[in-house]
Each structure stands twice: as C-alpha cells, then as structure tokens.
Nanobody
Framework: QLQLVESGGGLVQPGGSLRLSCAAS????????IGWFRQAPGKEREGVAC????????NYKDSVKGRFTISRDNAKNTVYLQMNDLKPEDTAVYYC???????????????????????WGQGTQVTVTS
C-alpha cells in the first residue's frame, strides 16, 4: 500500500524559498502521478501542483505559476515541490497524494481536483511571515 511522507516545511520570510519532499514507501512511484495540495486554517484544501508519472506533464494553480516547481526523482522514489518567492498567503499545511487511475489533473487544462488523488500524507507546515 502506498504511503507518502512529506518533509521540508518550516518558517520562512516573504521572498524566501523552501523545498518540500514527498517520499514514498511500500510502492514505487515510477507509475504514479503525484500532487501537492495545501490547506490553510479555515479554508478548503486546494491543489497546488501535480505531475504525471513520467514527469512529462505538470499542472499548477495559477497563483503559484512561475514561483513553484514540481519535479520527481523516481530513482529516489521522491517528488519535490520547490517553492520560491514565498508569500504570506502561501502559509498552509502542505500535503502530497498519489494519483488515482481515473484521474487526469496532471494533464492540465483545468484546476487540480483532489478527487483525482488518494493515499494522502500527513502534511508539513509552511509558514511565511516577517
């Protein structure tokens, strides 16, 4: 059974950077799309970025385009989210999740849907504040 563990969160000033990692166990990520989501207090969970199993297709939330980059290293069974130029509104708990067979968010063209994902990790806190 796929288990995902996020790491790399922390406290950073506006304009700073963080790299989140999503490590898998019990399953190889080679054939699994992966998504990053976040949830701020009092707000709904939202899709931030996702990547196809090959890494050839990505999809990003509009507000993070140009600042966040999702990538995968299948040899390390890990997916990354590089976050640059962080803003206070990026503050949230960040989760990664595995793509489901019926899903298509990673092909782009419409907002990332959490209905396309399962096997959620526990989350890592990102706080952006001066």
């Amino acid at each position: 059974q796929l288990q995902l563990v996020e790491s790399g969160g922390g406290l950073v000033q506006p304009g700073g950077s963080l790299r989140l990692s999503c490590a898998a166990s019990g399953f190889t990520l080679d054939y699994k799309p992966i998504g990053w989501f976040r949830q701020a207090p009092g707000k709904e969970r939202e899709g931030v970025a996702c990547v196809s199993s090959s890494g050839g297709s990505t999809n990003y939330k509009d507000s993070v385009k140009g600042r966040f980059t999702i990538s995968r290293d299948n040899a390390k069974n890990t997916v990354y989210l590089q976050m640059n130029d962080l803003k206070p509104e990026d503050t949230a708990v960040y989760y990664c999740a595995g793509g489901l067979e019926h899903g298509s968010s990673w092909y782009g063209g419409y907002p990332i849907s959490d209905k396309d994902f399962g096997s959620w990790g526990q989350g890592t806190q990102v706080t952006v504040t001066s």
